[in-house]
């Protein structure tokens, strides 16, 4: 079985079929590529798989287990995290703070946390001293420690995306969804962020993208799932999807013409 | 004139409580409520029936009135906490009206309109702490408010703390990154009830007397007032809110103008100072508390500086 598997996973927004029937897999270790035109489902896809949303029917299953509508924030404990497409920071909070959210529930046992919160003074300093050790390692991952104490929210749009990153790997996931983590940046900042993608696969997180930018994902993806209208419509290794009729139909419509304008 | 100005810190203490309370639930959760009135009635409600029906002391009825207002705070808080902004401000000042007129109708309980009167004293290891000797009940408030505005800070600058700000700047996100929301809003929620209940505690006990009147709607503006003046998410500057807020509200008797001024008047002064605060500082007047990691940051230093002298 593979890491992750949707079977015939549908979501419904009244009338329109927003997910329909859709088998996506992701295989341990790999990068896998979710592409499609605009609207064709795949932020929803992700939002269904992290508990963000409910699927209308159909089933997820995480490592052999059904996650089909487990909430968002039991999905992170058992190990997906994931960034969103408009980035999502605390925005007020240090950027180091950002990241120690993502290790909010490594921290501490897990009973009586308010009351031991509360009352023991010393063990909230050991605990936040760990926590921020913890939590440096990733911004050390991504250079960024030296903007530790920054506002999130004054970080530049590449670092934000970063930002994020690590806040999601801070979590300690073993899979991580990334909803158009090139978006906006210039050719420069693409080409970085896929050797981080490729450090975040290496450090042995399975990595799944959202991303319009095809140089990226025909460069990095070792799977991709293209996605219309809600159904898959294909799936395989980049140089299988480049040929694909049924993905250069839905990219570029029906008319031949087209491919003679090549030169 | 002195007697008067210990008044005003004594109110500075009761309010501060509901400030504190209201900070966390405001200020740190980022949720709009209204309704400290109403926990603050069941506190005052709560100390007043067990002591005059019951003969309990006030220290026993402290815990019950804390404990029965954070139960509150989670009942009404499940199928609230998801409503957002004015929504939730609604639904929770319907929460405080609905108390207000449960205690106003339910005679035989809390004797309706006409309240509850002769409320015993609070006695501390045999010694009488009379609110007419206004020193000494002051002194009890400060004692207790240190105590409250400790573990209110050492909650906030734990990982909850920072947990309920991260549901403030951004609830979805930090849903995805495993923290329960409704969990902590539920949480905070009720602490900032029980701690607007124990206020409630101290108001029976210094007015020694309980009567609808005191629980209505202006106490909840004038709660939120005290955290929007003071600065949202910092302990000490919503407890200077509230001086600042009870100084102003009886600023009239103060200066021996209370015949000229109306007492209403306090109630411009009040849209007054929220419409220019807004313009002018809406952070407040001392502003957020930043997190402090100085210790966490220190330690990480050290520990890098080993980690190269080991290379080395």
């Keep these: ?263 | 004139m002195l007697n008067f100005f210990i008044l005003i810190l004594i109110y500075t203490c009761i309010y501060a409580f509901m400030s504190l309370g209201q900070n966390l639930i405001t200020g740190y959760s980022g949720m709009l409520s209204l309704c400290a009135a109403g926990f603050f009635a069941i506190g005052s409600y709560t100390t007043a029936i067990l002591t005059t029906s019951f003969g309990w002391s006030f220290w026993a009825t402290l815990p019950i009135a804390a404990l029965l207002s954070a139960l509150m705070g989670v009942l009404i808080g499940l199928p609230t906490l998801r409503l957002k902004g004015d929504y939730l401000a609604i639904a929770t000042l319907g929460f405080a009206e609905i108390v207000r007129n449960i205690i106003n109708n339910w005679d035989a309980l809390t004797n309706g309109p006409m309240g509850i009167q002769r409320i015993p004293m609070i006695t501390i290891f045999g010694i009488k702490i009379s609110p007419y000797q206004k020193y000494g009940f002051l002194l009890m408030e400060i004692i207790m408010l240190l105590i409250c505005w400790f573990l209110f800070e050492r909650l906030a600058s734990s990982r909850m703390g920072r947990a309920l700000e991260a549901i403030r700047e951004d609830e979805i996100a930090a849903n995805s990154m495993g923290i329960n929301v409704t969990k902590y809003k539920v949480v905070s929620f009720a602490l900032g009830a029980a701690v607007t209940g124990i206020a409630g505690c101290l108001q029976a006990e210094f007015t020694l007397s309980v009567s609808p009147g005191s629980y209505v709607f202006m106490v909840s503006i004038m709660v939120l007032c005290t955290v929007v003046l003071g600065g949202m998410g910092n302990f000490v500057a919503v407890i200077l809110g509230a001086f600042i807020i009870q100084f102003i509200s009886y600023l009239p008797q103060l200066i021996g103008l209370s015949n000229i001024i109306p007492a209403q008047a306090k109630q411009i002064i009040f849209g007054l100072i929220l419409v220019i605060m807004m313009i002018y500082r809406p952070q407040g007047i001392l502003g957020r508390k930043e997190r402090n990691n100085k210790k966490a940051e220190k330690n990480w230093l050290l520990n890098k500086k080993e980690a190269i002298n080991e290379h080395a």
């Design chain 1, 1 to 263: 079985m593979s890491m992750l598997e949707t079977q015939a996973l549908t979501r419904e927004f009244g009338g329109v079929i927003a997910v329909n029937k859709v088998d996506f897999f992701v295989e341990k270790n790999m990068i896998t590529g979710l592409i499609g035109p605009n609207g064709a489902g795949k932020t929803t896809l992700f939002n269904n798989i992290t508990g963000l949303d409910t699927p209308t029917s159909g089933k997820v299953f995480f490592e052999g287990k059904e996650i089909t509508g487990t909430p968002a924030d039991r999905v992170c404990r058992l190990g997906i995290a994931r960034t969103f497409q408009n980035i999502r920071l605390f925005k007020e909070l240090s950027v180091i703070d950002n990241v120690m959210v993502g290790r909010h529930f490594h921290a501490g046992n897990s009973h009586n946390r308010t009351i031991q919160a509360i009352l023991s003074y010393l063990n909230v300093e050991k605990e936040e001293k760990k926590t921020y050790l913890d939590a440096m390692k990733w911004l050390e991952f991504f250079g960024l420690e030296n903007l530790r104490n920054e506002k999130a929210k004054n970080l530049p749009y590449g670092y934000q995306r970063e930002l994020e990153i690590a806040r999601a790997l801070a979590t300690e996931p073993r899979l991580l969804f990334l909803d158009e983590p090139a978006a906006g940046m210039n050719p420069q900042e693409t080409e970085d962020l896929m050797k981080t993608i490729r450090r975040i696969r290496d450090i042995g997180v399975t990595v799944v993208l959202i991303e319009h930018d095809m140089k990226l994902v025909m460069n990095i993806c070792d799977n991709i799932t293209v996605l219309n209208y809600g159904q898959k419509i294909a799936q395989g290794t980049a140089m299988e999807i480049q040929s694909n009729p049924a993905v250069i139909e839905a990219y570029l419509g029906k008319d031949e013409d087209e491919e003679d304008d090549e030169e």
